[in-house]
């Protein structure tokens, strides 16, 4: 086999791996459905583009997270800037949940998505560090590798984080 | 404290002590809400595989492309020149632009400049014969210079002085 076959072959192998985990974890961070397949193929299209760059030292999930969390956050900055809102306002990104709620594409029990609406309260730096961390049980050094963060500032940001969401949560 | 009716929050809280305490997670996982349309996954394999089957991947490239290099070369080079001439043109020996000159432009120049006496005397190193020759003509310097000129005696005592220094 040729070395564009064998190129080939290995990153269809990398979509069927990654492919879900990728699109959830932009799927967190951009909300909307559309928006997060739009950018799950951006981030595999960089991948596919950026293949030989990959590191054989560092783990390929922390580097694939790397790109799908960069990805999403461009996107979500743009989204921003188009709108001419705040780079801190996470208004869009709510507008977005309350709009999939309605439609049906996002669907949980209460507490779920009082959860979900406590993360959006967050900032995304702290937004992304919890979703790491509490959801993905990534440990604080693949965090570290992902989001290019001291182990030490993803503890403070993390315990940051967790105190608002609990803050959040004890409302009403 | 006190949480609704949940063990969610129950496990929350737990959760935010473990972290507090050793950095652990003792909740298990919580699933999150959001949900796609039945099928999408296999499809949007499909649909990357397609896109990028139509993208070629970028080959290693040079830390600089070589193009940039020639520019960056051309640039220093042009930058040298210039320089270079700039140098040479606005720091040329005076020696050699004050010899172009005529008497009459440096006499003009004199005129025209606020320079005392005392200021072209200090500056000039005069041999007596010069002394003489200068003092034997009017000039107007400056104020000092038309009083002693008025003066002989006065002019040839600072003569004098200046031929003792």
């Known amino acids: 086999m040729d070395q564009p076959a064998r190129r080939r072959q290995a990153f269809s192998s990398l979509v069927e791996a990654y492919q879900q985990k990728v699109y959830w974890k932009v799927r967190k961070i951009v909300i909307d459905h559309d928006d997060a397949n739009d950018v799950t193929q951006d981030v595999f299209i960089k991948i596919w583009q950026n293949l030989d760059k990959f590191r054989a030292d560092s783990k390929l999930y922390t580097w694939i997270y790397r790109i799908a969390v960069n990805e999403s956050l461009t996107f979500i900055q743009k989204q921003r800037r188009k709108n001419q809102i705040s780079l801190e306002d996470n208004q869009l990104l709510v507008d977005s949940f309350d709009k999939g709620v309605k439609s049906g594409y996002i669907d949980g029990e209460e507490i779920e998505l009082r959860l979900q609406q406590a993360i959006l309260e967050l900032p995304d730096k702290q937004r992304l560090v919890f979703d790491m961390r509490y959801f993905d049980k990534l440990s604080y050094d693949d965090i570290s590798e992902i989001t290019g963060t001291t182990v030490g500032g993803l503890k403070a940001t993390y315990h940051v984080a967790m105190k608002k969401v609990e803050q959040f949560l004890k409302q009403d | ?165």
Not at chain 2, 17 to 37: A, K, W
Not at chain 2, 90 to 104: C, G, H, I, K, P
């Open chain 2, 1 to 165: 404290m006190k949480f609704p009716n949940d063990s969610f929050f129950n496990k929350l809280q737990a959760s935010i002590e473990d972290i507090i305490d050793d950095e652990q997670l003792s909740i298990g996982r919580v699933d999150h809400p959001f949900t796609v349309p039945k099928g999408y996954f296999e499809q949007a394999s499909q649909q990357i595989l397609a896109l990028t089957s139509a993208k070629k991947p970028k080959g290693k490239q040079l830390a600089f492309p070589k193009f940039k290099v020639w520019y960056a070369a051309a640039a220093i080079l042009l930058l040298s020149s210039v320089t270079a001439w700039f140098y040479t043109n606005s720091v040329a020996d005076n020696s050699v632009l004050v010899q172009n000159l005529t008497n009459e432009e440096i006499l003009s120049y004199l005129e025209n400049e606020p320079i005392g006496y005392s200021e072209i005397a200090n500056s000039v190193d005069f041999t007596n014969e010069e002394i003489y020759e200068l003092t034997s003509e009017s000039l107007p310097f400056d104020d000092d210079l038309d009083y002693m000129l008025d003066s002989p005696e006065l002019l040839m005592e600072e003569i004098q002085q200046l031929n003792e220094k």
